[in-house]
C-alpha cells in the first residue's frame, strides 16, 4: 500500500512539472503602438477631414479587436505574446493624445532576434464562440458592450462618425455606423520588420492606421452617402457585405513603421 502512495504521489508531481512552460532563457521587453492618422495628421476625433470628393469627413467611433499577437523569429520560431488586445482611438481629442497612439507595453519576451509581427482583426474563433461571461477577469471580452448576442459574435470593429457633403451636392449631412462581427469577417495580417530583443533594452514596433484608406482606398472605396450603416447581417446580404469590407478595409489600412 505504501509503494502505491509513494508511486501516485511521483506520478502527481512528474505530470504538475511536466505542464510548466519551460524556462526559456533571458526575457526582455517591447512596446507595440497604434497611431491613427489621416493620410499624414494625426486623426482626432470630432475634426473635419477632407475627403477626395470635396466632402467633410468626422469619426467619432473608431476601435478594433486584435487576436493572437505573435512574434516570428529570424530560424522561424514563433512567439506568443497576446491573446487579445484592443485598439480604441476614442480617446484622440488632442493632438498630443493622438501623437501619442495607443501603446500595449509587454514583458517577458523572449530574446532574440525577429523578422516579423503577425496578429488578427477581430476575435478569433475560438474566443468567438464563447460569451462575456466565460471572460469573467479580461476587460474586453468581459464586456458585454463588446458582444452582440443576435451575432453569437463579439464586435469586431467599430466606425461611427459623420460627413457632410452640402459643398459639394445636395446631401447634407450623413451619420455613418459600421459594426463588424462573426467568424467569416475575421482578418489576418502579417508584418516583415527587422528588430531584436534584448535583455537590457525596450524595443518598439509602431503601426499606423490610415483613416482614410478605410473609405477612400482605390479599388475598396466605400461611398459612405449611398451605403451609412451597416451591423454585419446574415451572410450573402449586403449588410455582410459592408460590414465585412469595411474590417477587410481597417486591416489594410495598418501598416509597420
Given at each position: 500500500m505504501k509503494n502505491i502512495l509513494l508511486f501516485c504521489l511521483?506520478?502527481?508531481?512528474f505530470s504538475a512539472n511536466s505542464c510548466k512552460e519551460p524556462d526559456r532563457g533571458p526575457k526582455g521587453s517591447l512596446s507595440i503602438t497604434f497611431k491613427a492618422v489621416y493620410e499624414n495628421d494625426?486623426?482626432?476625433?470630432?475634426?473635419?477631414?477632407?475627403t477626395p470628393d470635396?466632402?467633410?469627413?468626422?469619426?467619432?467611433?473608431?476601435?478594433f479587436f486584435l487576436s493572437d499577437i505573435e512574434l516570428i523569429k529570424d530560424n522561424d520560431?514563433?512567439?506568443?505574446?497576446?491573446?487579445?488586445?484592443?485598439?480604441?482611438?476614442n480617446g484622440n481629442t488632442d493632438l498630443n493624445k493622438a501623437a501619442a497612439g495607443i501603446k500595449f507595453d509587454l514583458s517577458e519576451v523572449e530574446?532574440?532576434?525577429?523578422?516579423?509581427?503577425?496578429?488578427?482583426?477581430?476575435?478569433?474563433?475560438?474566443?468567438?464562440?464563447?460569451?462575456?461571461?466565460?471572460?469573467?477577469?479580461?476587460?474586453?471580452?468581459?464586456?458585454?458592450?463588446?458582444?452582440?448576442s443576435a451575432w453569437n459574435s463579439y464586435i469586431f470593429s467599430r466606425l461611427e462618425g459623420r460627413i457632410d457633403t452640402l459643398p459639394n451636392a445636395a446631401g447634407g449631412d450623413v451619420s455613418y455606423l459600421?459594426?463588424?462581427?462573426?467568424?467569416?469577417?475575421?482578418?489576418?495580417?502579417?508584418f516583415t520588420k527587422t528588430f531584436?530583443?534584448?535583455?537590457?533594452?525596450?524595443?518598439?514596433?509602431?503601426?499606423?492606421?490610415?483613416?482614410?484608406?478605410?473609405?477612400?482606398?482605390?479599388?475598396?472605396?466605400?461611398?459612405?452617402?449611398?451605403a451609412n450603416v451597416s451591423h454585419s447581417g446574415a451572410v450573402g446580404t449586403p449588410a455582410y457585405d459592408l460590414a465585412r469590407q469595411t474590417v477587410i478595409n481597417i486591416a489594410n489600412a495598418i501598416s509597420i513603421q
Open positions: 511521483a506520478l502527481i508531481l494625426p486623426l482626432l476625433v470630432f475634426n473635419d477631414y477632407l470635396g466632402d467633410k469627413l468626422q469619426f467619432h467611433v473608431f476601435n520560431e514563433v512567439v506568443r505574446l497576446k491573446d487579445v488586445e484592443y485598439v480604441d482611438f530574446i532574440g532576434n525577429y523578422k516579423a509581427i503577425r496578429f488578427g482583426i477581430g476575435v478569433e474563433p475560438g474566443k468567438n464562440a464563447k460569451e462575456p461571461g466565460d471572460f469573467p477577469t479580461d476587460p474586453y471580452l468581459g464586456d458585454p458592450g463588446n458582444y452582440w459600421y459594426h463588424s462581427g462573426v467568424d467569416g469577417m475575421y482578418q489576418t495580417r502579417s531584436e530583443i534584448s535583455s537590457n533594452g525596450n524595443s518598439e514596433l509602431i503601426f499606423k492606421v490610415n483613416a482614410k484608406d478605410i473609405f477612400y482606398k482605390s479599388g475598396a472605396e466605400i461611398y459612405i452617402p449611398n
